[in-house]
């Protein structure tokens, strides 16, 4: 356990952890510094929660003793005599002290979810008022809900991190900033947002070249979310079921479909399914969809939609091929438009499809995907959107494409590569 320890805390030699990605987050991670409460990041495994600490420990170290910052990754074999038995996470934090002999101040406690009981423990330090700050990660939404959000309550702040944005890839990465070098470096950013359309921006992913070892990687995410997060931990007896599931799902994304239909596609009833996708949920695998409408009664009508976290897992794990341009960049839309965080997103569909609207406090904008418009699918695309701008008073509509852009019918048809620029204006 002690060589556990040295290894998983590097920054006690007055090293930086390198190598690491700048996430935009970070900065509003700083900021909660001073604040008294538990910091929580959620997040589907590999999408950068660990690095987040590594980068919070290498901006503390500028002003900390280094030695005063424990990071545990509570994963780790060596500590599995710990998995059963909280309490024991004392003795690791007094070990800590006794090798480095300074005090712990800030504790950092990753993927803190595999040991039981482990929010009695974490209340009951924070409760101590010896540390200044105390951090958890989770992969598993479930974390602060149930139980746990009643031991922790009015005790914690939590944040989400997702994998790599687009606007994280070009900014930080390939230092596109605005409009106008997006449009002068136009083959770079359309020769990356076809890299992200297939293999996604999972951080390790990303930095991998060889698309071969890209898929294999994916693969072992996939794998390993499946057995630990979703199988193992929730104690799934049919494993032939939910395996199925997940791959049907990823197969048809954004497709509308209801809990009925989805039963008899698997010979299965909803409750089950219900529940296994309740899960995937929960996992940050997939996200579910509500069908709009200003009725909470109507939006829990039986029309879903699913997409996932990551289109690399779609392309590498699911039936959708390559050639299906529209479903991978429709979930691309969805993604980007979730990591903003600045909407509520839902779909409508209702005779014609809207395939977003989006909600804030302000207003509501209609989004439609089409990777090309042509004219096959122009009178579709402008029906769908002209229906929700009628219906709902919607001022702002926009048809992102992979790459055209202008206005038609008080339209705005404008490259994925510029989405992010429009919904933040």
């Known amino acids: 356990m ?52 590594r980068l919070l420990i290498n901006h503390l170290i500028k002003s900390e003793n280094p030695k005063s910052i424990l990071f545990i990754n509570c994963e780790d074999p060596f500590f599995s005599e710990i998995w059963n038995d909280a309490a024991k996470l004392y003795r690791v934090v007094e070990l800590a002290e006794k090798i480095t002999g300074v005090s712990v101040k800030y504790l950092f406690f990753d993927e803190v979810q595999v040991i039981k009981d482990w929010e009695k423990f974490i209340k009951s330090i924070y409760e101590t008022e010896k540390y200044k700050k105390i951090f958890i990660t989770g992969s598993n939404s479930e974390l602060l809900e149930g139980d746990y959000i009643n031991m922790l309550s009015g005790r914690y702040v939590s944040d989400i991190v997702y994998p790599l944005s687009f606007q994280e890839i070009l900014s930080q990465h390939h230092n596109i900033n605005d409009k106008f070098e997006l449009i002068t470096e136009n083959p770079t950013v359309l020769r990356i947002l076809e890299n992200t359309l297939y293999n996604g921006s999972f951080p390790e992913v990303f930095k991998i070249k060889n698309v071969s070892l890209k898929r294999e990687v994916l693969l072992n995410y996939y794998e390993t979310i499946v057995l630990k997060d979703c199988l193992i931990n929730n104690k799934i007896r049919d494993v032939f079921l939910f395996r199925n599931l997940s791959h049907y799902l990823l197969s048809n994304i954004a497709t509308v479909f209801s809990y009925n239909s989805l039963a008899k596609s698997l010979n299965n009833n909803e409750n089950t399914l219900k529940h296994y996708i309740s899960i995937l949920e929960k996992c940050f695998i997939i996200k579910e969809l509500q069908h709009f409408s200003y009725s909470l009664k109507s939006q829990s009508k039986i029309k879903k939609k699913v997409f996932c976290i990551d289109n690399g897992l779609i392309n590498d794990i699911s039936l959708i091929f390559t050639s299906n341009y529209g479903k991978l960049l429709e979930n691309l839309v969805y993604t980007e438009i979730l990591k903003m965080g600045k909407y509520e997103i839902f779909f409508y569909n209702e005779n014609e499809e809207c395939d977003f609207i989006l909600k804030n406090q302000k207003q509501l904008i209609a989004v439609q995907v089409a990777y090309e418009l042509n004219a096959k699918n122009e009178i579709r695309e402008y029906k769908g959107i002209e229906i929700v701008r009628n219906k709902f008073k919607i001022s702002k509509s926009y048809i992102v494409t992979f790459n055209q852009s202008f206005e038609k019918n008080n339209i705005t048809i404008l490259p994925f590569s510029h989405l992010y620029n429009y919904l933040n204006q």
């Open 2 to 53: 002690e060589h556990a320890l040295i290894l998983h805390n590097k920054h006690w030699k007055e090293e930086k952890y390198s190598n690491i990605f700048e996430r935009p987050l970070l900065n509003k991670l700083i900021e909660k510094l001073d604040l008294k409460e538990i910091q929580v990041l959620l997040g589907i495994r590999r999408c950068g929660k660990s690095s987040m600490f």
